[in-house]
């Protein structure tokens, strides 16, 4: 178990690092493509960062992307070399993506997007835009992905218990 909050605990530092930084190097339609629709309309005409800095925010986006999958691996691993069954497994995936989930909520989209309004220093144009203060704008996407988990969990412990017999 100790393996699996280790795992979680880099993600989120991970996942934190890379919500600071990556603003200046993303462009901004895709950047803002996870935000609400006003703030979208109002940073439509924001300049993209010039093409080095893409490139860097691509690469720093796909190790990201291979540290979470690497994360999930590690965790799936030490199951295995413990001798954990399925529900031990998929308890620990559970852990996992919700540990993430609740993180991702408070600390990333209530903390630093709505409180502290961390993007509005690369978007000062979105100013204005009522959903700066509007702590449900992503409830739709949160339910989604929090009633999908536990599926998920147990499509990766089957396959965490498949690939390693």
């Known amino acids: 178990m100790i393996t699996t909050l280790a795992a979680l605990a880099y993600v989120c530092a991970m996942s934190l ?3 600071i930084v990556i603003p200046p190097l993303a462009p901004t339609k895709l950047f803002m493509s996870f935000l609400p629709t006003d703030i979208r309309e109002a940073a439509k005409d924001h300049p993209d960062p010039p093409k080095e800095r ?20 590690l965790i799936g691993a030490d199951a295995l070399r413990r001798g954990c069954g399925f529900w031990q497994i998929f ?3 559970m852990l996992f993506m919700y540990g993430y989930k609740v993180f991702d909520i408070l600390v990333q989209d209530q903390y630093v997007v ?14 204005d835009c009522k959903s700066w ?17 536990p599926f998920i969990c147990a499509l990766m412990a089957g396959l965490t218990i498949w690939i390693g017999r």
């Open 17 to 19: 690092f890379f919500i």
């Open 54 to 73: 893409r490139i860097l925010g691509y690469l720093l986006t796909a190790v990201a992307a291979i540290a979470y999958i690497g994360s999930i691996v």
């Open 91 to 93: 308890g620990r995936y």
């Open 114 to 127: 709505i409180k502290k309004k961390y993007f509005l220093r690369f978007f000062p144009e979105t100013k």
């Open 133 to 149: 203060d509007d702590r449900s704008f992503n409830k739709s996407n949160q339910m989604k992905r929090l009633i999908a988990f």
